[in-house]
């Protein structure tokens, strides 16, 4: 392919398209030439998220009939030449935990197996807006609780790539909805690297915003000051345009930012040239070699395509997961407080033994007596954190991280051990808790496993995050190796 | 054994703003369908989100400002997590660390006991405030039987609707001292206009706690200090909505924890509710069971700092209070302290009471007050009014008094009308005219005048020979002829001279 500008002409010269293996940008173009109807696109995705679903659990609800009317839309659109955005018509998969007006929103949990949300959040308005279609609502470890996948009470979601192993988590649905074409994006939510570690694990884009910079108005909220909203693509060009749609000041989410809107995709091809790279030390000792050889080898082309690479130090890293694991419960104590099954959903019995884990932990340290050891303590470690972040920022432009200390593990390696579980997230919460923005991007492959790797920036800048992951795509076309189903 | 009460108020006030504290649910829930004024926020459905209404921090930083409270430059909310069926989302964002306003206090009379001996009469003293801080409120539980079946019901209508809760120090000994403090927090909230405090509405809910210690421990207490050691044990009674009620409620309360003292046992821990009917409290729930509210910071709002410059402007904002506006009524219209306090105890009044002075040329506050407080107050007190209920402008009570001063009518049938015009809405030329209360013409008066001098001879007689007792007799002769419609003054004026 030479010319980015062709695929109408390429899309005519097939004889049977894929039409399941595209990107945004690609459909775009599709849809803008009028070569394809939205309607033919939807039902090609449903199609094969059907089939797909049934080996693969990434979705627990498919939503034809609205899928169909907002395609449907869309064409009719086109056929009255109106300028579109250019995510109109193109399949997503909207993780469980987005509230979907009309449509059932579970949270992967039994407790709101039933629950039909009466508003729609604010994300998911403003796709629809944008005239995205709706193939699905994934699958995820309930209530966002999870690395795997597995603490669905929908069942467990399978890794494309080897449908031995986890998707990673909690976005396991979106990911693996994603990488299996039974869409062209997904959303997803990233308390502690809900949204990254899957990415990384599905050898996808994966974009964890700046605290405040999406709105988490309408979703399920896990841990409010840490949960961020953001979405699974295939190449950072797609995620740049999501953003476009979902950033931005919300008047029903008071933590939103009123920090000015750029275009994501406005010089995303810059490159890297002349860019300080920070990679810290403590996300490489003790590192997985094989891993740790991939992202090196990452570093080398980085520095080839004309960035500098700095080693750094983030000191406090260490007491990440520790300080995570009490302000993360803490919130989510509080959180799930409502689902008491008076109102709506199932009573507290349905609860899972991950989620009652939560609200234990949670409960006990913001007790009284309890609260400064734990409580105040982790959020005075957090500020430390945070500013380790803002000092590395002083020396380097970004930094430069693996996503999880290990490749995807096998289903039912680590379920028994939720400890070990936890320090799945080791290398992801810390971004959360510094409320910085991560970017998550493919960084190899070992032994036909996706490798991922992360670029951290200091606050509301996305836009070089983009950069920086465009330049290494373009270079590796990494997103073009597709898992064999 | 003698024991002194140590009584605290905790005071919810619902502030009257036109939306909820957290979404834009209309506030204006009383007398609505249940679950009429709801939405994903005040329901706490999932997902929904809180976004602070700016004009209820405004109330609570107000009233920081009128009880001298501190700590106005920084604040934050925090969740108080506990479960109710009328609690939507399992918690209450409330403040815990840095409520709006801390300390400061609010100056109360209150006659002194009856052994003060010297000292006795009109005392005032300064209440302590510990703070005053934000909270939503919840919605309401009703328990009913439909078809046969014994259910609850939940109304939200309430739910997140603002309330101030202030909370005074445990620094009041009698039941009087809580009334006077409820009244002047009620009357300072109605004058810096944050909300109705209707009590009846449910607007202001008082909860006075209240214990009682040997009159032994307070003399170990240093002087000047009110607070003391305070008892081992302490009685809230709850959700009271009159002040009739919480003066009688902690009366009842002082001689059943002195019963119980007197026996050498300890009142237990314990919220108790007052029967209205029974003229008693009763247990409603015991402190074993007290709650660990697990606050923490509410995420879900970002802790807020104002400027200095923010908090002066406020303060330009802020109107006369009652104890500044009591003084000032003393100096500037040379009025007794009891026609000052009765004039400001309500901010209409004084405000109506400001304005017929200015309306009525002549001026005479002292008249105007006697008319106030002798005719209008005590209309409203007799009908359980306020004068915001009324539609009586200070311009016609003026009229009036011009109509009085210039010999058009009398004052005996001005203070009728004056009564007429409070309880309807008629102006004063169309009730003079239905009452036919103008002042008789002068020659009408002239011949009212020349009947009664013919009538009774034997009057002017001795009048003439220097006994003067009888011209108020006379007097009163020509009143019966006019059926008292004549001015007093120009019957007086006018026989003086045809006695001449």
Redesign the interface.
């Known amino acids: 392919m030479k010319s980015k500008g062709n695929i109408c002409a390429r899309f005519r010269r097939m004889k049977n398209p894929n039409l399941s293996d595209l990107t945004i940008k690609e459909v775009g173009e599709l849809i803008a030439g009028k070569q394809i109807k939205a309607t033919d696109l939807a039902k090609a995705y449903l199609d094969r998220a059907e089939k797909l679903n049934r080996k693969l659990n990434a979705y627990i609800t498919i939503c034809g009939e609205m899928a169909l009317a907002q395609a449907e839309k869309v064409d009719d659109l086109m056929a009255d030449n109106q300028k579109l955005s250019p995510l109109a018509g193109i399949p997503f998969g909207l993780k469980d935990n987005f509230?979907t007006n009309g449509i059932r929103?579970t949270?992967a949990s039994k407790v709101?197996e039933d629950?039909i949300?009466?508003?729609d959040?604010t994300t998911v308005s403003r796709l629809k807006d944008a005239n995205a279609v709706f193939i699905g609502k994934t699958n995820h470890d309930a209530w966002a609780h999870g690395a795997s996948g597995e603490n669905s009470d929908f069942g467990n979601t399978l890794n494309p790539y080897d449908t031995g192993r986890v998707p990673g988590g909690s976005s396991s649905g979106s990911a693996a909805a994603l990488a299996a074409d039974m869409c062209i994006a997904a959303t997803g939510t990233d308390t502690g690297g809900s949204i990254r570690q899957p990415s990384g694990f599905c050898n996808l884009v994966g974009l964890k915003p700046t605290y405040g910079r999406v709105s988490?108005?309408?979703?399920?909220?896990m841990?409010?000051?840490l949960d961020t909203v953001g979405h699974l693509t295939k190449t950072v060009y797609d995620s740049a345009l999501i953003l476009n749609t979902t950033a931005g000041l919300d008047?029903?989410?008071?933590?939103t930012s009123p920090e000015a809107l750029v275009d994501y995709t406005d010089g995303i091809e810059s490159g890297v040239r002349g860019l300080k790279i920070g990679l810290p030390k403590e996300y490489f000792a003790g590192l997985n070699p094989d891993i740790k050889k991939v992202i090196m080898d990452a570093t080398k082309k980085l520095e080839s395509l004309g960035a500098q690479i700095v080693d750094i130090s983030l000191p406090h890293t260490e007491y990440g997961v520790a300080t995570y694991y009490i302000i993360q419960p803490?919130?989510v104590?509080?959180n799930?407080?409502?689902?008491?099954g008076?109102?709506?959903g199932n009573p507290r019995t349905a609860f899972g033994s991950e989620a009652k884990r939560r609200i234990i932990l949670g409960?006990f340290t913001?007790?009284?007596g309890y609260?400064d050891a734990y409580?105040l303590k982790a959020m005075k470690v957090r500020r430390l954190i945070r500013e380790d972040f803002i000092k590395s920022f002083t020396k380097v432009d970004c930094l430069l991280a693996p996503v999880s200390p290990t490749l995807p593990f096998k289903i039912g390696e680590k379920v028994n051990d939720p400890l070990q579980m936890y320090l799945a997230d080791a290398y992801t919460v810390n971004i959360n808790l510094a409320g910085v923005p991560s970017l998550v991007i493919p960084a190899g492959f070992i032994d036909g496993l996706p490798v991922g790797m992360q670029i951290i920036g200091p606050d509301f800048t996305e836009k070089q995050l983009y950069q920086v992951g465009y330049a290494y795509e373009q270079e590796t076309q990494l997103y073009k190796e597709r898992p064999k189903l | 054994m003698k024991y002194e009460p140590v009584i605290g108020l905790e005071i919810h006030i619902e502030l009257s703003s036109k939306s909820k504290m957290f979404c834009s649910c209309s506030a204006d829930y009383f007398g609505a369908d249940p679950n009429t004024h709801t939405c994903p926020v005040c329901l706490g459905l999932p997902g929904a989100l809180p976004v602070a209404n700016t004009i209820v921090i405004e109330s609570a930083q107000k009233l920081g400002l009128a009880i001298h409270g501190e700590n106005l430059l920084s604040s934050k909310f925090d969740r108080k997590n506990y479960f109710y069926p009328d609690l939507a989302k399992g918690f209450q964002i409330s403040q815990y660390q840095e409520p709006f306003s801390l300390g400061g206090w609010i100056e109360i009379e209150v006659e002194s006991p009856a052994d003060a001996g010297a000292l006795a009469g009109r005392q005032s003293r300064k209440i302590e405030v510990t703070r005053a801080h934000l909270e939503e409120d919840t919605g309401k539980v009703a328990h009913a039987t439909i078809n046969g079946r014994k259910v609850s019901l939940i109304d939200f209508n309430r739910s997140g609707v603002p309330l101030l809760e202030i909370v005074s120090e445990p620094v009041m000994h009698s039941s009087e001292e809580a009334k006077a403090y409820a009244q002047k927090l009620q009357q300072i909230v109605r004058y810096i206009g944050i909300s109705a405090c209707d009590m009846e509405k449910g607007s202001m809910r008082i909860e006075p706690n209240v214990s009682l210690r040997k009159v032994s421990n307070v003399s170990k207490v240093s002087k000047g200090s009110n607070v003391g050691e305070l008892p081992a044990y302490k009685v809230e009674l709850k959700n009271i909505n009159s002040f009739r009620f919480a003066q009688k409620a902690i009366e009842y309360e002082i001689l059943r924890q002195t019963e119980i003292l007197e026996k050498g046992e300890t009142p237990a821990l314990e919220t108790r509710g007052w029967d209205e009917v029974k003229n008693r409290t009763f247990s409603q729930r015991s402190k074993e069971m007290a709650h660990d509210y697990r606050y923490f910071p509410e995420p879900d709002l970002p802790p807020y700092l104002f400027t200095e410059d923010y908090i002066a402007k406020l303060k330009s904002q802020m109107p006369e209070l009652p104890n500044e506006k009591f003084k000032r009524f003393k100096d500037q219209y040379q009025l007794s302290k009891y026609d000052c306090l009765l004039l400001t105890s309500d901010l209409d009044l004084a405000e109506f009471f400001e304005s017929t002075v200015k309306a009525y040329e002549k001026g005479e506050p002292k008249r105007i007050a006697n008319w106030i407080i002798g005719e209008l107050l005590r209309r409203l007190n007799e009908t359980q009014t306020r004068l915001a209920d009324l539609n009586l402008l200070p311009a016609s009570l003026a009229e009036l008094l011009l109509l009085t001063d210039e010999g058009k009518i009398t004052t005996v049938s001005a203070k009728e009308i004056f009564e007429k015009m409070i309880t309807s809405n008629k102006n004063i030329q169309e009730l003079i005219k239905e009452m036919g209360a103008e002042t008789i013409s002068a020659d009408k008066l002239a011949e009212a005048i020349d009947l009664a001098v013919k009538l009774n001879p034997d009057a002017v007689a001795q009048y003439k020979a220097g006994k003067e007792q009888v011209f108020g007799f006379l007097v009163g002769q020509v009143q019966r002829q006019t059926q008292g419609k004549a001015d007093p003054k120009a019957v007086a004026d006018l026989l003086k001279q045809k006695l001449k």
């Open positions: 509230l929103t949270a709101l629950y949300p009466v508003y959040a988490r108005y309408g979703i399920i909220a841990a409010s000051s008047e029903m989410d008071a933590t803490s919130e104590s509080s799930l407080a409502r689902y008491d008076i109102r709506f409960t913001l007790s009284s609260y409580y």
